[in-house]
């Protein structure tokens, strides 16, 4: 059968079936979403309003946390501007502990109001959210283990911050370095040293902390004089010389307590030796006791006190003794041609033959 035959007998489509047929899957497809329409619509409006609230309350939140740390720091400044402010409040110590900590109250903040947003807006798709957090949940430990050591420095550092252990020019001693904080960090601390150099020092490395800034310091003085000096007259000169001293500035700022006399810390045959303590403002000890030092070894010259390791003392009447006493008598084997070497017959050498 040829091919015009076949066309000839195959029946010829109707007219209105195809525009039937586009009707008909318009209708439903309009159906479709008249049904499903209002569903789009809530959850639309849901996304949107959650994305919403999660940005406002973000905001807020950040505003609040930054006003309370600018109050902060104004409350700092005018503390500082008192007498003792100097004494009791570090300006840059408290802003930068003040922003270390509105720095970490806002990132988990941000964290916690859009991760939970987040989770929200996917719940509202009708995603089963019990794969993604268990695979967050893996993913955490594994996070985890892997950066170990950045997480301890950085929770460290956390806790260091909130419980104020140290801060910008505190002296501090935390086992591996030791020196001047001039920065605090939530991974990294910075201490300058004794030799200006920087030390870098991990928060979690630090087991120990010395803060030789924090409340006061004690300045102790040796002093060690003769045993044959009188020792009221010593106790009385370092007294008036301490008393001297307190008065006077910036000494009347740093000392926090009179100069107490201990008492004799030691009795030997050459030395004796008299402690002195004070109590000092943090920090001061050092050049407290160098000043101390000075005044004392000055009052001593005065007042004729010898201290040990000065100019030995010297006889009141010259001594008779022979120079030469000390100097040994010749001995009379010297002489080759005394009795003694004639008289003296050397050792015959040993018969060895047979």
Do not use: C, H
């Amino acid at each position: 059968m040829s091919l015009s035959a076949l066309l000839a007998a195959a029946p010829s489509p109707e007219p209105g079936s195809s525009l039937d047929e586009a009707a008909k899957q318009a209708g439903d497809a309009a159906g479709w979403v008249e049904e499903n329409w209002s569903t789009w619509l809530n959850t639309g409006l849901r996304i949107i309003l959650i994305a919403a609230i999660a940005i406002v309350l973000r905001i807020a939140i950040r505003r609040a946390l930054t006003k309370l740390i600018e109050r902060m720091n104004r409350s700092a400044q005018a503390v500082e501007g008192t007498a003792l402010g100097g004494l009791l409040v570090n300006a840059e110590r408290r802003r930068q502990r003040s922003e270390a900590i509105g720095s970490v109250l806002r990132s988990v903040a941000s964290f916690l109001i859009l991760g939970t947003a987040a989770l929200m807006i996917l719940g509202a798709f009708q995603i089963n959210l019990a794969p993604l957090l268990a695979s967050a949940g893996v993913a955490g430990v594994a996070l985890g283990f892997g950066a170990r050591n950045l997480v301890t420095d950085f929770l460290s550092g956390v806790f260091m911050i909130l419980e104020d252990q140290y801060g910008v020019g505190d002296t501090v001693d935390a086992g591996v370095a030791s020196g001047e904080v001039i920065e605090v960090g939530l991974r990294v601390t910075k201490l300058r040293g004794a030799e200006g150099e920087i030390w870098y020092v991990r928060n979690g490395e630090v087991k120990r902390i010395g803060n030789l800034s924090q409340g006061w310091s004690t300045a102790g003085v040796d002093v060690m004089v003769r045993p044959t000096e009188d020792l009221d007259k010593v106790r009385a000169v370092i007294t008036e010389t301490a008393t001297a001293m307190a008065k006077e500035d910036p000494w009347n700022e740093r000392l926090w307590g009179p100069v107490e006399i201990l008492g004799l810390d030691a009795v030997l045959l050459d030395s004796m030796t008299v402690r002195l303590s004070a109590k000092t403002m943090p920090g001061k000890a050092l050049g407290v006791e160098r000043e101390l030092r000075w005044r004392i070894k000055r009052a001593f010259d005065e007042a004729g006190i010898r201290i040990v390791g000065g100019v030995p003392a010297q006889a009141d009447e010259p001594s008779g003794a022979d120079p030469a006493a000390g100097v040994a008598a010749p001995s009379a084997y010297a002489s080759a041609t005394s009795p003694q070497s004639l008289a003296t017959a050397p050792i015959a050498p040993p018969n060895i033959s047979k």
